[in-house]
């Protein structure tokens, strides 16, 4: 169920969570998750929400940017971050590791 990020708190709890997953799997994400995260807050145009079950958050944040809605997943498979279109079952736009740049990142969320 989605929960929306209502204050700073709850968007720490969800980045640690992240990074300590991906860390207990050689940490192909740990450092552009960081940066990812950035970005959001820059350019977010609506709420951020986080997927939470049972009091527990999970791999996937949903945000509006410029009026589109996007889902950013943890993906096990890849160690990577894909970002999708509108819900986690949407198209891949774009997928994120340690590889990238933070100015890879800049340049993807300038192009939203």
Same mark, same amino acid.
């Given at each position: 169920?989605?929960?929306?990020? #209502?204050?700073?708190?709850? &968007?720490?709890?969800?980045?640690?969570?992240?990074?300590?997953?991906?860390?207990?799997?050689?940490?192909?994400?740990?450092?552009?998750?960081?940066?990812?995260?950035?970005?959001?807050?820059? #350019?977010?145009?609506?709420?951020?929400?986080?997927?939470?079950?049972?009091?527990?958050? !999970?791999?996937? &944040?949903?945000?509006?940017?410029?009026? !589109?809605?996007?889902?950013?997943?943890?993906?096990?498979?890849?160690?990577?971050?894909?970002?999708?279109?509108?819900?986690?079952?949407?198209?891949?736009?774009?997928?994120? #590791?340690?590889?990238?740049?933070?100015?890879?990142? !800049?340049?993807?969320?300038?192009? &939203?």
């Amino acid at each position: 169920m989605p929960r929306k990020v #209502t204050d700073l708190q709850i &968007l720490q709890r969800y980045i640690q969570g992240v990074m300590e997953r991906a860390e207990h799997r050689a940490g192909g994400v740990d450092e552009i998750c960081l940066a990812i995260a950035g970005a959001i807050i820059w #350019t977010k145009s609506g709420d951020i929400e986080v997927f939470e079950r049972e009091g527990e958050m !999970k791999n996937v &944040l949903w945000v509006n940017i410029d009026n !589109k809605r996007y889902a950013f997943t943890y993906e096990h498979d890849t160690d990577s971050i894909d970002i999708k279109e509108g819900s986690t079952q949407g198209d891949v736009i774009i997928s994120f #590791t340690n590889e990238n740049t933070a100015g890879d990142v !800049k340049n993807f969320f300038s192009s &939203l």
